[in-house]
Nanobody, 121 residues
Framework: QVQLVESGGGLVQAGGSLRLSCAASGSIFSISAMGWYRQAPGKQREVVAAFISGGSTNYADSVKGRFTISRDNAKNTMFLQMNSLKPEDTAVYYC???????????????WGQGTQVTVSS
């Protein structure tokens, strides 16, 4: 099995910063894609930032220039640096990974439990 554990959420004032972390562990052979999603109350889950094939990154238009995704491949850890936060960034943030497991080379999609980010105005 594969586990994703997020940390770093919290309450911050508008204009402030937070850094989220996602640590992947378990039966990991390789991680082919990894990203951050968020879900605000009453809204659908949406992609915030992600590493896609070839190692390139993709950002939602609403966070471009404010958020930066990064990863430490050696530690199977991903980060999301969030600057200039706005009240509309308030949501539960989820880590997602597409993993090739050591169990027969199976491909699976995994989610973390989520971390709450609240931005006050």
């Amino acid at each position: 099995q594969v586990q994703l554990v997020e940390s770093g959420g919290g309450l911050v004032q508008a204009g402030g910063s937070l850094r989220l972390s996602c640590a992947a562990s378990g039966s990991i052979f390789s991680i082919s894609a990894m990203g951050w999603y968020r879900q605000a109350p009453g809204k659908q889950r949406e992609v915030v930032a992600a590493f896609i094939s070839g190692g390139s990154t993709n950002y939602a238009d609403s966070v471009k220039g404010r958020f930066t995704i990064s990863r430490d491949n050696a530690k199977n850890t991903m980060f999301l640096q969030m600057n200039s936060l706005k009240p509309e960034d308030t949501a539960v943030y989820y880590c997602n990974a597409v993993v090739v497991t050591t169990t027969g080379g199976k491909l699976g999609i995994y989610w973390g439990q989520g971390t709450q980010v609240t931005v006050s105005s």
